[in-house]
C-alpha cells in the first residue's frame, strides 16, 4: 500500500510539475502580447505569491483595488504561473509575472512602490520583506475568528488593515508587545461595497439558504470543514422538501488533503442534480463562480462553516447560522461572535428544515446578528468601508512622503540606497 500512495503521490507531483510549465509557457504569451508596464508607474503593489487554488483570496480585492488604482496606480506581483493566469483570465488589476527572485528584482527597480499589500500568509511573502523603503501591509482575505486572524506573523508587517474591533481586541488578546494603536488601521470590509453577480435564478416563494462550507484543513485544530459531517444529511434534508433551494457554495480546496471529503463534496453535487433533474423549478445552485455577494444577499438563511464566510454573511445582517466543528481538537475562540451565534451540531443537521426555520422568525437572534455587525465591522453604510480604505492608504502614503523628505535630507543624492538598489535590480 506504501508502494502504491507514493506512486500516486509521485503522479500528481509529476502532473502538477507539467501543468505549472505549460502555464508558465501561457502566461509569458499572454503578456508578450500586452503593452509593457510604463517604467515608474506603479505606486502600490499586491505581492501574491500562490497558484490558481487560492484566488478565492485574490478575487474579492478586485473592485476595491479598481477603485483604489484610480488615485494609485495598482500591480499584482504574481509568483505563481497558474495564479497569474487567472488573473489575467479574469481581468483583474495589472499583473508582473515574477516567478523568481531576479525577476522580482527587476521589476521592482523599475517601480516606484511605496506600499505592498498582502492578501495572505505565503512564506514567499518574505522575499518581499527584505525591501524597505515602502510601507509592508496586511489587508488579509476576510474577516474571521479562525485561529490565523491572530498569528504572530502579524508582527512581520508594518501595518494591518483590520475590519473593526473585534479585530483589534483579538489581536490584543493574543500577542505579546504588539502595539495595536500604531500598527493597526480600521477599515470595514470594502469588499462589501461592491457586491456583484446576478441572480441565477428566479425569485418564488421558496426558502433560498445557502450552504458554504469551508476545507477540511490540514491539521486537528483547523479541522472546520463541514460537508462530511454536516453537509450531505443537511443538503439532502432541504433538496427533498420541495420548498427550499440549495445553493451549495464549498471552499475551491474541499477534498484536497482528505479524499473522503471530497468524496462527499461530489456526492453532494450528484445529489443536487438528481434534484435538479426530478424538478427543474427547483434550481438548486452549485456555485463555484469567482463573483461573491449575490449569495449572501439572497439567501433567506446561510449556513457556514467557521471560516471568513460567518463573517462575509454577518455583514449581511440576515439569518445565520454556523456549524459545530464534529472535531473536538478544532481551535474554537467562544469569546467573539461565535459566543452568541446560532450553532448547528451534527445532530442538528437531522432536524434542518426546523433549524432554518427557528432562525429565519427569531428576532432576537436578528438584533444580535446587528449588534455584531457593528463590533466587527463599525459602520456598514455604503461607501464608507471604501472611503476608509482610501484613507488608510493616503495616511501611509503621507508618511512615506515624510520618512523620504527626512531621508533625503540627511543623505547625499549619490549615496541614496534606494537608487543603488534600482542599480543592482537592472544588472
Known amino acids: 500500500?506504501?508502494?502504491?500512495?507514493?506512486?500516486?503521490?509521485?503522479?500528481?507531483?509529476?502532473?502538477?510539475?507539467?501543468?505549472?510549465?505549460?502555464?508558465?509557457?501561457?502566461?509569458?504569451r499572454r503578456l508578450a502580447a500586452l503593452p509593457p508596464h510604463p517604467r515608474d508607474h506603479y505606486r502600490i503593489a499586491v505581492y501574491f505569491a500562490d497558484g490558481a487554488v487560492n484566488m478565492y483570496q485574490m478575487r474579492q480585492w478586485y473592485?476595491?483595488?479598481?477603485?483604489?488604482?484610480?488615485?494609485?496606480p495598482v500591480v499584482v506581483l504574481s509568483r505563481s504561473a497558474t495564479g497569474a493566469e487567472k488573473l489575467?483570465?479574469?481581468?483583474?488589476?495589472?499583473?508582473?509575472?515574477?516567478?523568481?527572485?531576479?525577476?522580482?528584482?527587476?521589476?521592482i527597480a523599475k517601480q516606484d512602490i511605496r506600499i505592498v499589500l498582502y492578501v495572505n500568509q505565503n512564506t514567499r511573502n518574505f522575499q518581499m520583506f527584505?525591501?524597505?523603503?515602502?510601507?509592508?501591509?496586511?489587508?488579509?482575505?476576510?474577516?474571521?475568528?479562525?485561529?490565523?486572524?491572530?498569528?504572530n506573523q502579524y508582527k512581520a508587517y508594518d501595518y494591518a488593515f483590520v475590519a473593526g474591533q473585534a479585530a483589534r481586541d483579538r489581536l490584543s488578546r493574543t500577542l505579546w508587545d504588539y502595539d495595536i494603536d500604531r500598527r493597526t488601521i480600521e477599515i470595514g470590509r470594502p469588499q462589501a461595497d461592491h457586491y456583484s453577480g446576478t441572480l441565477p435564478y428566479t425569485p418564488d416563494d421558496r426558502?433560498?439558504?445557502?450552504?458554504?462550507?469551508?476545507?477540511?484543513?490540514?491539521?486537528?485544530?483547523?479541522?472546520?470543514?463541514?460537508?462530511?459531517?454536516?453537509?450531505?444529511?443537511?443538503?439532502?434534508?432541504?433538496?427533498?422538501?420541495?420548498?427550499?433551494?440549495?445553493?451549495?457554495?464549498?471552499?475551491?480546496?474541499?477534498?484536497?488533503?482528505?479524499?473522503?471529503?471530497?468524496?462527499?463534496?461530489?456526492?453532494?453535487?450528484?445529489?443536487?442534480?438528481?434534484?435538479?433533474?426530478?424538478?427543474?423549478?427547483?434550481?438548486?445552485?452549485?456555485?463555484?463562480?469567482?463573483?461573491?455577494?449575490?449569495q449572501l444577499a439572497s439567501a433567506d438563511v446561510a449556513i457556514v462553516d467557521i471560516s471568513a464566510m460567518v463573517y462575509d454573511r454577518l455583514a449581511a445582517g440576515k439569518p445565520l447560522m454556523i456549524t459545530r466543528p464534529a472535531d473536538e481538537r478544532a481551535s474554537v475562540d467562544t469569546r467573539g461572535y461565535l459566543s452568541d451565534c446560532e450553532w448547528l451540531t451534527v445532530d442538528g443537521?437531522?432536524?434542518?428544515?426546523?433549524?432554518?426555520?427557528?432562525?429565519?422568525?427569531?428576532?432576537?437572534?436578528?438584533?444580535?446578528?446587528?449588534?455584531?455587525?457593528?463590533?466587527?465591522?463599525?459602520?456598514?453604510?455604503?461607501?464608507?468601508?471604501?472611503?476608509?480604505?482610501?484613507?488608510?492608504i493616503e495616511r501611509l502614503m503621507g508618511q512615506w512622503d515624510e520618512w523620504r523628505a527626512s531621508e533625503i535630507g540627511a543623505v547625499p543624492d549619490d549615496e541614496d540606497d534606494d537608487d543603488e538598489e534600482a542599480k543592482d535590480g537592472e544588472d
Not at 136 to 150: A, C, L, P, Q, R
Not at 358 to 386: N, S
Open 1 to 28: 500500500m506504501s508502494l502504491v500512495s507514493d506512486g500516486k503521490k509521485a503522479y500528481r507531483l509529476l502532473r502538477r510539475a507539467l501543468a505549472s510549465r505549460s502555464a508558465v509557457q501561457r502566461v509569458r
Open 63 to 72: 473592485r476595491p483595488l479598481q477603485e483604489l488604482s484610480k488615485l494609485w
Open 88 to 107: 489575467l483570465e479574469e481581468g483583474g488589476p495589472p499583473v508582473a509575472f515574477v516567478p523568481k527572485v531576479r525577476d522580482l528584482e527587476r521589476f
Open 130 to 151: 527584505r525591501y524597505g523603503r515602502r510601507w509592508h501591509v496586511f489587508i488579509n482575505h476576510g474577516e474571521s475568528d479562525k485561529m490565523y486572524m491572530t498569528t
Open 207 to 294: 426558502t433560498v439558504v445557502l450552504y458554504a462550507p469551508t476545507w477540511e484543513g490540514d491539521r486537528p485544530s483547523a479541522h472546520y470543514g463541514s460537508i462530511a459531517t454536516h453537509g450531505e444529511t443537511l443538503v439532502k434534508k432541504l433538496l427533498a422538501t420541495g420548498s427550499h433551494r440549495v445553493v451549495y457554495r464549498p471552499h475551491p480546496r474541499s477534498g484536497v488533503v482528505d479524499d473522503e471529503y471530497g468524496a462527499a463534496h461530489r456526492r453532494i453535487l450528484s445529489a443536487i442534480d438528481a434534484a435538479n433533474a426530478a424538478d427543474a423549478a427547483a434550481h438548486h445552485i452549485y456555485d463555484d463562480g469567482p463573483e461573491l455577494g449575490w
Open 349 to 392: 443537521s437531522y432536524d434542518i428544515v426546523a433549524e432554518v426555520e427557528r432562525v429565519r422568525a427569531d428576532d432576537e437572534a436578528i438584533a444580535k446578528l446587528r449588534m455584531w455587525v457593528q463590533h466587527y465591522f463599525g459602520d456598514t453604510t455604503p461607501g464608507v468601508a471604501t472611503a476608509k480604505f482610501h484613507a488608510a
